[in-house]
């Protein structure tokens, strides 16, 4: 993960929308000529890196939860709010209400953000409906989001984000109606690439996720795990024996888990200001990348973590997450690339999209270190789109 393959001086050329070469600019003018109608871009000095991919967020949804940072200052929980009637329940409530109109226009203004600040492709859940109906309608919202957007966007069912409250008390109900019914139906449209469960106390239960998740990748889903966030309560080890493709959050895991999790192969998404935003542990990057297990960045950009941008994601990453700069780079492009399933997206390299931000910085240490670096121009698909 600290092996960015920095190339000083460097220069890109693209055609088609595609890398076809780079390199150093001392040899470009000898291995690329320059079509007629063609454009050169210089990076005065500044550093050229693959577009950020946003291995986990929320985005989807309506309403916001700002009403409840009293409670959170006055050291309540995530799932003692939850309890009050807040939390993800009443974002739940709101998102029901909302028009596709009103969801598509509130998500396509937060992604338009993550993109001004150099990310061109982003993991987007459902789970703010928690019906067969309502879950069905988000993730059908995310082929539109996608096309008015520019952005790649990749879906991931999470009907198991909580219990509605249809089925309160009811959890295994709930969990056999999403077995029946919602995964067939979401695997049959293609709706998602992945299945999530939010595996906690008060949520659901290792069983119930393993359950889901079994079903899940039976009929051609990969596997997810929202895991050991408040607690050490086996969603990691859940995730390393079912060879998921990702586990996330992670706050609370153990060493053993961590060694699990590398020995399966499973990426690590790590929530930096999800950490710092629930005044939880420091988020466990360090002990993650030192245990084998390669590291995925995310913003978590929810009603309850809402941040956008990916360059404060990779500070936080550093500043709190303890990574070196480069290792904080890699997670979010290469590795948040494999961990939503995009094998060609998180690198400049020949053949791949020629998706890229050109920050103005001398060198990708300084993503790492400033919290507030945006890009001077992101290119996507090798069209500039924004600037700075």
Same mark, same amino acid.
């Given at each position: 993960?600290?092996?960015?393959?920095?190339?000083?001086?460097?220069?890109?050329?693209?055609?088609?929308?595609?890398?076809?070469?780079?390199?150093?600019?001392?040899?470009?003018?000898?291995?690329?000529?320059?079509?007629?109608?063609?454009?050169?871009?210089?990076?005065?000095?500044?550093?050229?890196?693959?577009?950020?991919?946003?291995?986990?967020?929320?985005?989807?949804?309506?309403?916001?939860?700002?009403?409840?940072?009293?409670?959170?200052?006055?050291?309540?929980?995530?799932?003692?709010?939850?309890?009050?009637?807040?939390?993800?329940?009443?974002?739940?409530?709101?998102?029901?209400?909302?028009?596709?109109?009103?969801?598509?226009?509130?998500?396509?203004?937060?992604?338009?953000?993550?993109?001004?600040?150099?990310?061109?492709?982003?993991?987007?859940?459902?789970?703010?409906?928690?019906?067969?109906?309502?879950?069905?309608?988000?993730?059908?919202?995310?082929?539109?989001?996608?096309?008015?957007?520019?952005?790649?966007?990749?879906?991931?069912?999470?009907?198991?984000?909580?219990?509605?409250?249809?089925?309160?008390?009811?959890?295994?109900?709930?969990?056999?109606?999403?077995?029946?019914?919602?995964?067939?139906?979401?695997?049959?449209?293609?709706?998602?690439?992945?299945?999530?469960?939010?595996?906690?106390?008060?949520?659901?239960?290792?069983?119930?996720?393993?359950?889901?998740?079994?079903?899940?990748?039976?009929?051609? #889903?990969? =596997?997810? *795990? +929202? /895991?050991?966030?408040?607690?050490? @309560?086996?969603?990691?080890?859940? &995730?390393?024996?079912?060879? $998921?493709?990702?586990?996330?959050?992670?706050?609370?895991?153990?060493?053993?888990?961590?060694?699990?999790?590398?020995?399966?192969?499973?990426?690590?998404?790590?929530?930096?200001?999800?950490?710092?935003?629930?005044?939880?542990?420091?988020?466990?990057?360090?002990?993650?990348?030192?245990?084998?297990?390669?590291?995925?960045?995310?913003?978590?950009?929810?009603?309850?973590?809402?941040?956008?941008?990916?360059?404060?994601? #990779?500070? =936080?990453? *550093? +500043? /709190?997450?303890?990574?070196?700069? @480069?290792?904080?780079?890699?997670? &979010?492009?290469?590795?948040? $690339?494999?961990?939503?399933?995009?094998?060609?997206?998180?690198?400049?390299?020949?053949?791949?999209?020629?998706?890229?931000?050109?920050?103005?910085?001398?060198?990708?240490?300084?993503?790492?270190?400033?919290?507030?670096?945006?890009?001077?121009?992101?290119?996507?698909?090798?069209?500039?789109?924004?600037?700075?």
């Amino acid at each position: 993960m600290a092996q960015t393959g920095v190339i000083p001086a460097g220069a890109v050329a693209i055609d088609g929308g595609r890398v076809v070469w780079v390199g150093p600019e001392r040899t470009l003018d000898r291995s690329v000529r320059l079509r007629r109608g063609g454009r050169t871009y210089r990076g005065n000095g500044g550093t050229a890196v693959p577009g950020f991919v946003d291995a986990h967020t929320h985005v989807l949804f309506a309403g916001d939860r700002a009403g409840e940072l009293p409670l959170k200052a006055a050291g309540l929980s995530y799932v003692q709010i939850a309890r009050r009637g807040g939390g993800l329940l009443s974002t739940v409530k709101a998102t029901r209400r909302a028009t596709d109109a009103e969801l598509l226009a509130g998500t396509l203004a937060r992604l338009a953000r993550m993109a001004r600040s150099g990310t061109t492709a982003v993991e987007v859940k459902s789970g703010y409906a928690l019906t067969h109906a309502g879950e069905l309608r988000l993730l059908r919202l995310v082929p539109r989001l996608a096309r008015r957007s520019g952005l790649r966007l990749v879906g991931t069912y999470l009907g198991a984000h909580a219990v509605p409250p249809e089925y309160r008390g009811r959890a295994d109900a709930y969990v056999t109606a999403m077995v029946r019914a919602t995964l067939p139906a979401v695997a049959r449209g293609r709706w998602a690439r992945f299945c999530d469960v939010f595996c906690e106390p008060g949520f659901f239960s290792v069983r119930q996720a393993d359950r889901l998740l079994r079903t899940a990748q039976a009929l051609g #889903l990969g =596997a997810k *795990v +929202h /895991a050991d966030e408040f607690e050490a @309560s086996g969603g990691a080890r859940l &995730a390393a024996r079912l060879r $998921a493709v990702s586990a996330d959050h992670l706050l609370a895991s153990p060493p053993a888990d961590r060694a699990r999790l590398a020995a399966a192969g499973v990426i690590a998404v790590v929530l930096p200001v999800t950490a710092i935003a629930a005044a939880a542990r420091r988020p466990p990057a360090r002990e993650l990348v030192d245990a084998g297990v390669p590291v995925a960045l995310g913003t978590d950009c929810s009603p309850s973590t809402w941040v956008e941008e990916m360059p404060g994601v #990779l500070a =936080a990453a *550093v +500043h /709190a997450g303890r990574l070196a700069p @480069s290792e904080a780079l890699c997670a &979010a492009t290469v590795n948040a $690339a494999a961990a939503i399933g995009l094998a060609d997206a998180g690198t400049i390299e020949v053949g791949r999209p020629a998706d890229l931000s050109v920050f103005p910085v001398r060198s990708t240490d300084s993503l790492g270190y400033r919290f507030d670096v945006r890009p001077s121009v992101v290119f996507r698909q090798g069209k500039p789109v924004s600037s700075a």
